[in-house]
């Protein structure tokens, strides 16, 4: 059987912010998704601290028409809205007072952090969220400089109650990518829970999946592919601990 995939980071929704401009974009980056495999996305747009409720009641109106151009191309694909949510000392309460989107209504909540940010600080902003009684799964952690290059660290930031997402395309480089090359090694080792697209635009940053999935496949047997690909996600979505 032709392995499917879940993509839990994506920003498809039309006109919301740096994603998808439009309607005729929204439809090519589904599209993708559909060749690419991936039979659930969540639709994560960037959640900034400045953005109100008005704005998320935007983002949810956007994301209905989302849902619709996905059925008028008759598109397998089953999708969600989460928020990428830009960390800020003040998220628990702009998660509780709907300025800020969890996945898909769940306790799980895909965090971003500058890509500056100090080891130290990142894990206080991950103590808040989970102090907040929030499952934060940490989204491209590996443009944290701080953390690349660390399997300590990043074991730490898992023990402490994190989840991990890396970007698909973070795994596709060839064997002299050192970078790429240890980051498949993480994700073999079972330290990364997640994978996503991160797609913004059908040409300059695409919806890939497939690429990702044949790498690991050659570190990674059939059940961890399975979770990292796929079943990890399913259980996000059922708000169970992973
Ligand atoms: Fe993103």
């Known amino acids: ?12 929704v039309p006109g919301v912010d740096d994603g998808s401009r439009d309607e005729a974009m929204s439809r090519a980056l589904l599209e993708q998704a559909e060749a690419e495999g991936i039979r659930l996305l969540i639709a994560t747009p960037h959640n900034y601290p400045d953005h109100s409720e008005d704005s998320i009641g935007r983002v949810k109106a956007q994301f209905e028409l989302l849902k619709e151009l996905n059925r008028t191309i008759h598109s397998p694909l ?8 830009y960390y800020r000392d003040a998220i628990v309460e702009d998660l509780e007072e709907g300025r800020a989107l969890t996945m898909t209504g769940t306790r799980y909540v895909l965090t ?10 990142v894990m206080r902003g991950i103590r808040r969220v989970i102090s907040g009684h929030y499952r934060p799964i940490i989204a491209h952690v590996e443009r944290i400089e701080a953390f690349s290059g660390d399997p300590q660290a990043l074991s730490y930031l898992k023990d402490m109650g994190a989840r991990l997402q890396v970007n698909a395309r973070t795994m596709t480089g060839g064997l ?26 059908p040409a300059h940053r695409p919806v890939i999946m497939r690429e990702a999935y044949l790498k690991l496949k050659k570190t990674m047997d059939e059940a961890q592919l399975g979770r990292l690909f796929y079943e990890n996600a399913l259980t996000m979505l059922n708000d169970k601990t992973i």
């Open 1 to 12: 059987m032709e392995a499917v995939f879940a993509d839990i980071h994506s920003h498809l």
């Open 78 to 85: 089953q999708l969600y809205l989460g928020n990428e949510v």
């Open 176 to 201: 002299f990518d050192r970078r790429s090359r240890f980051w498949r090694n993480m994700a073999a080792e079972g330290v990364i829970t997640f994978l996503g697209s991160d797609a913004h635009h």
């Open 112 to 121: 971003e952090f500058h890509p500056g940010d100090s080891q130290d600080r």
